[in-house]
């Protein structure tokens, strides 16, 4: 059995690729040290260490205007979109931006879902910081709700929330 060091998966032995975060493993023999304090916290720390947020909601039967008044009233940059607890998708202001555009007044009755990125990548409380990093990173976002074991949604991070992290801890060195 092999461990991840990114997200502590127990993969097969011989593997090349995580299971679970589809981190490379074949280079787990080099067994790298980290070279600085900040990068061993990096890859040691939880996600609990940023201290996620509670996270601001609508369901997926909301509209694209009480969605975007959400954004606008709450001064946040992304909304989960949650059914049954579990976030279905996000609706972020690059989604208001890309996918809306000049034209919220005329489509703001039509379902958030239209517009929401579906299925969004979550990660749990005990992932590691830099898992988070990788995984914002990859897709291209700036956040990440975090679900419990159950999928159920119970924070979100961001990437100022990594940032203020990194900034925190840079004088450890």
Not at 66 to 80: K, N, P, Y
């Amino acid at each position: 059995m092999s461990v991840c060091p990114s997200c502590d998966h127990v993969n097969i032995e011989g593997v090349d690729v995580c299971e679970q975060c589809e981190q490379p493993l074949s280079d787990l023999h080099l067994n790298k040290e980290p070279l600085s304090d900040i990068e061993r916290r990096v890859l040691s720390d939880r996600i609990s260490e940023l201290r996620p947020k509670v996270p601001i909601t609508v369901s997926v039967d909301s509209t694209l205007s009480e969605a975007m008044s959400t954004l606008l009233d709450e001064r946040i940059g992304c909304v989960v979109v949650e059914e049954d607890g579990k976030p279905v998708g996000i609706f972020s202001e690059r989604d208001a931006l890309m996918k809306v555009g000049g034209r919220a007044d005329e489509l703001g009755d039509q379902p958030i879902s239209m517009f929401m990125t579906e299925n969004p990548s979550t990660l749990d409380l005990h992932a590691k910081v830099a898992f988070a990093i990788h995984r914002m990173s990859l897709g291209s976002f700036r956040h990440i709700p975090i679900v419990t074991d159950d999928g159920d949604l119970t924070g979100i991070i961001s990437v100022r929330d990594i940032l203020k992290y990194l900034m925190d801890n840079l004088g450890d060195d």
